[in-house]
């Protein structure tokens, strides 16, 4: 089960209102699902295909992790399709608002899985016995000089043939390219409803709140940490999806 909540995104419509630093409070909870459909390119498919790899990859007697779990829709995509015994989901995000509602969304689900809430800090909490980490579009709110050593303590806390997802906005190299992909992203969003003035406005406030890097970044920081591969297996414009083998 999901959050099918229909509360419309109308955050940035208020041409008076001055956006600060975008945070993930009350606010946003309470219209984060038509914010992330709307907002990523592919969103559905990453979380939907996270879930067919869960099923491929967890273990008995191992944990799966949602790093970042926000309002859960990794964790009950992978709790669909984990069969084997004693596997547990364990979500984890710093925001008391997202774990407060992700709560109520795990308690109204019928699936069979065992899920554990952790609300803390992913660079704190502890990571083991690991049979597949996912990192959906997180680690872009990590500060950077954090990132590796995140990545780091996922790789060792991964069994060997282990799975890490991590999903991301991107950048690329290419000035040309780069634009081209913002204003397709743009696109996207005019697309499915927000006016100019809410997709400047959601700019402002998630700028250096957010911070993407190049996928050359990611293989590199991966392969640092002692992933043995990883590719992208899902593109659509400025976001990307890389699963990388313990």
């Known amino acids: 089960m999901t959050d099918t909540s229909d509360t419309l995104d109308t955050l940035f419509s208020d041409p008076l ?14 219209v984060f699902p038509d914010m992330i459909r709307r907002s990523v390119p592919g969103y559905e498919t990453v979380i939907a295909m996270s879930g067919l790899l ?54 109204m ?26 990192l959906n579009y997180t680690l872009q709110f990590v500060p950077r000089e954090d990132r590796q050593r995140l990545l780091q303590r996922i790789a060792d806390a991964l069994m060997p ?16 390219l780069n634009q081209l992909n913002i204003d397709l992203h743009h696109d996207f969003k005019r697309a499915h409803g927000y006016s100019d003035l809410e997709i400047a406005g959601k700019r402002d406030s998630i700028e250096n709140v957010l911070v993407p890097e190049s996928l ?13 591969s990883s590719d992208v297996w899902f593109q659509c414009f400025n976001f990307a999806s890389i699963i990388a083998l313990k």
């Not at 209102?17 to 909870?29: E, H, K, W």
């Not at 069979?112 to 704190?124: K, S, T």
């Not at 043939?161 to 040309?176: A, N, R």
């Open 17 to 30: 209102r001055a956006p600060g630093p975008f945070r993930f409070d009350n606010d946003v909870v309470a």
């Open 54 to 107: 869960a099923g491929r990859y967890a273990r008995s007697g191992s944990c799966v992790y949602d790093l970042g779990c926000s309002l859960g829709a990794t964790t009950l995509s992978m709790r669909r399709h984990i069969t084997v015994p004693e596997c547990k989901i364990i979500g984890i995000d710093n925001s008391p608002a997202m774990i407060e509602r992700c709560q109520e969304l795990i308690a």
């Open 109 to 134: 689900d019928g699936g069979v899985a065992p899920v554990e809430l952790r609300e803390n800090d992913i660079l704190e909490s502890e990571i083991s016995d690991a049979s597949m980490v996912v």
């Open 161 to 176: 043939g282990g799975i890490l997802v991590l999903s991301e906005k991107v950048v690329f190299p290419d000035e040309t």
């Open 216 to 228: 050359d970044q990611h293989r590199e920081r991966l392969r640092d940490a002692g992933f043995s």
